[in-house]
């Protein structure tokens, strides 16, 4: 079992928009803006598309924004496109003891 | 052209140790935390252990702590992770990862190909 809950699946329509949800406690994304979200394509490494909650990193497309309320984070992804189908993972900082964590990922299908 | 290299994976029998390596090029190595991440086939991932660009500050995923070693050569540019007491659970895609930051704050921004470690009889 995970740490941080996310959807096992979303789908969409190409040029919509969706969001994935990443709910943890108040001793882990509640408390730190270190919320991270990881692209996965089949057979690949993942990808950094998001970082500190809601910074893109140079190169990902600004389709990707990220945020977080309390104790949830949230990834979405608007104009889907067929190349965004992929796994997706948040991981959030979650104290000295316990250092990081991640979501049991979410399959992301482009009808 | 940031690369991360691991090496060091294969097939150990319960109990037994393995060490394995990443070796980076293309960034100043000593400039940035490094860290180790797994996927056992078919699930999520899972980050195992962190070390700050000096070794000053270390840490472990409970699951392998006492068990695994996170260290590494600025030297060599190269990460390592000796593993012992090595269980069935451990099987896994291991991934060696940058930080962003000199000291970690998980935000994993390149990453290697991955090792494959099978624990098994």
């Known amino acids: 079992q995970s740490a941080l809950t996310q959807p096992a699946s979303v789908s969409g329509s190409p040029g919509q928009s969706i969001t994935i949800s990443c709910t943890g406690t108040?001793?882990?994304?509640?408390?730190?803006?270190?919320v991270s979200w990881y692209q996965q394509h089949p057979g690949k490494a993942p990808k950094l598309m998001i970082y500190?909650?809601?910074k893109r990193p140079s190169g990902v497309s600004n389709r990707f924004s990220g945020s977080k309320s309390g104790n949830t984070a949230s990834l979405t992804i608007s104009g889907l496109q067929a190349e965004d189908e992929a796994d997706y993972y948040c991981?959030?900082?979650?104290?000295?003891?316990?250092?990081?964590?991640f979501g049991g990922g979410t399959k992301l299908t482009v009808l | 052209e940031v690369q991360l290299v691991e090496s060091g994976g294969g097939l150990v029998q319960p109990g037994r140790s393995l060490r394995l390596s990443c070796a980076a090029s293309?960034?100043?190595?000593?400039?940035?935390?490094m860290h180790w991440v797994r996927q056992a086939p078919g699930k999520g991932l899972e980050w195992v252990s962190g070390?700050?660009?000096?070794?000053?500050?270390?840490g472990y995923a409970d699951s392998v702590k006492g068990r695994f070693t996170i260290s590494r050569d600025n030297a060599k540019n190269s990460l390592y992770l000796q593993m012992n007491s090595l269980r069935a659970e451990d099987t896994a895609l291991y991934y060696c990862?940058?930080?962003?930051?000199?000291?970690?704050?998980?935000?994993?921004?390149?990453w290697g190909q991955g090792t494959l470690v099978t624990v098994s009889s």
């Open positions: 990862a940058k930080d962003m930051g000199a000291v970690a704050k998980g935000n994993f921004d390149y």
């Open positions: 293309g960034f100043t190595f000593d400039d940035y935390a």
């Open positions: 070390i700050s660009w000096n070794s000053g500050s270390i």
């Open positions: 108040s001793s882990d994304v509640g408390s730190y803006n270190l």
């Open positions: 500190e909650v809601s």
């Open positions: 991981c959030s900082y979650a104290g000295s003891s316990t250092f990081w964590v």
